[in-house]
């Protein structure tokens, strides 16, 4: 019995040495958790350019609006799941300068393996971690009720049809509102078209700084009536109802 108490301890013991030695690389994982940075205080403005569509009896109604919004966190609590839960004002105003207008509350939810966030009572994942290129998931699989319609201009919308995530780009370098970001993670949660409705969203995330742009295509035609009509048109030309919502990062802390 002693001996193979002995023979347990020096193999451990050479196991040990082998482990500490200074010249052996040990394998590092990049969980990507820092392209999400979240705490209180932290806020971010975007520059806001929103162009929606009404079709009406004898054309399209073209509305473009631009504005800044200003997403801050301004306090944590816990939520039923026993995680910390952040709290987000999000708020808006036609230019600066102008004092600020609360929108909306939202929250968010950073764990060890993705990001969720609230919204108007739809709770999206956001991210998953670690973060890889080609990483798929169902960013809308905790919604009560995926075929939920908004209503925009008075015209109806299938806003979340066809919604995939995926992660597209890692490591990336651009320039985005004038600004350098040496490391972005470039996120899609919908990228699909046909004839009639086209759905994209994009979302690009700067390492240390959070959602620093987005791009969102929500449109839907008819073409009048005669699809032929629009096969050379972009959406932007052929688009009957919808809009295009694009935020750029102006200032962050």
Same mark, same amino acid.
């Given at each position: 019995m002693k001996n193979i108490l002995l023979i347990f301890v020096l193999g451990f013991t050479f196991f040990v040495s082998c482990n500490t030695d200074p010249n052996v690389e040990y394998l590092s994982i990049d969980y990507g958790y820092d392209y999400y940075p979240v705490e209180v205080g932290k806020y971010i403005i975007y520059d806001v350019d929103s162009i929606t569509y009404d079709p009406t009896q004898s054309a399209t109604s073209i509305d473009t609006t631009t504005y800044q919004v200003k997403e801050e966190v301004v306090d944590s609590t816990i939520d039923n799941a026993g995680r910390v839960m952040y709290i987000i004002h999000y708020s808006t105003r036609n230019s600066i300068g102008e004092d600020w207008t609360l929108e909306n509350v939202y929250t968010t939810v950073v764990d060890d393996f993705r990001v969720e966030r609230t919204e108007d009572n739809l709770r999206f994942v956001k991210m998953l971690f670690p973060s890889r290129v080609d990483l798929t998931w169902d960013g809308n699989q905790l919604f009560a009720d995926e075929?939920? +319609?908004? &209503?925009?201009? %008075? *015209? &109806?919308? *299938? =806003?979340?049809?066809?919604?995939?995530? /995926? #992660?597209?780009?890692? $490591? #990336?370098?651009? @320039? =985005?509102? $004038?600004l350098n970001f040496?490391?972005?993670? #470039? =996120?899609?949660?919908?990228?699909? *078209?046909?004839? +009639?409705?086209?759905? !994209? /969203?994009? *979302?690009?995330?700067?390492? %240390? /700084? %959070? !959602?620093?742009?987005? @791009?969102?295509? =929500?449109?839907? #035609?008819?073409c009048g009536g005669n699809l032929s009509d629009c096969i050379d048109l972009s959406w932007e030309e052929k688009a009957e109802k919808g809009f295009i919502l694009k935020m750029t990062v102006n200032t962050y802390n």
């Amino acid at each position: 019995m002693k001996n193979i108490l002995l023979i347990f301890v020096l193999g451990f013991t050479f196991f040990v040495s082998c482990n500490t030695d200074p010249n052996v690389e040990y394998l590092s994982i990049d969980y990507g958790y820092d392209y999400y940075p979240v705490e209180v205080g932290k806020y971010i403005i975007y520059d806001v350019d929103s162009i929606t569509y009404d079709p009406t009896q004898s054309a399209t109604s073209i509305d473009t609006t631009t504005y800044q919004v200003k997403e801050e966190v301004v306090d944590s609590t816990i939520d039923n799941a026993g995680r910390v839960m952040y709290i987000i004002h999000y708020s808006t105003r036609n230019s600066i300068g102008e004092d600020w207008t609360l929108e909306n509350v939202y929250t968010t939810v950073v764990d060890d393996f993705r990001v969720e966030r609230t919204e108007d009572n739809l709770r999206f994942v956001k991210m998953l971690f670690p973060s890889r290129v080609d990483l798929t998931w169902d960013g809308n699989q905790l919604f009560a009720d995926e075929n939920f +319609i908004i &209503t925009v201009r %008075g *015209e &109806t919308l *299938e =806003i979340f049809k066809n919604w995939s995530s /995926v #992660t597209k780009e890692k $490591g #990336t370098s651009e @320039v =985005i509102g $004038g600004l350098n970001f040496d490391d972005i993670l #470039t =996120i899609q949660h919908a990228d699909n *078209e046909n004839f +009639i409705e086209k759905r !994209l /969203v994009e *979302e690009k995330y700067a390492r %240390g /700084v %959070g !959602l620093v742009s987005k @791009v969102m295509m =929500i449109l839907d #035609t008819q073409c009048g009536g005669n699809l032929s009509d629009c096969i050379d048109l972009s959406w932007e030309e052929k688009a009957e109802k919808g809009f295009i919502l694009k935020m750029t990062v102006n200032t962050y802390n």
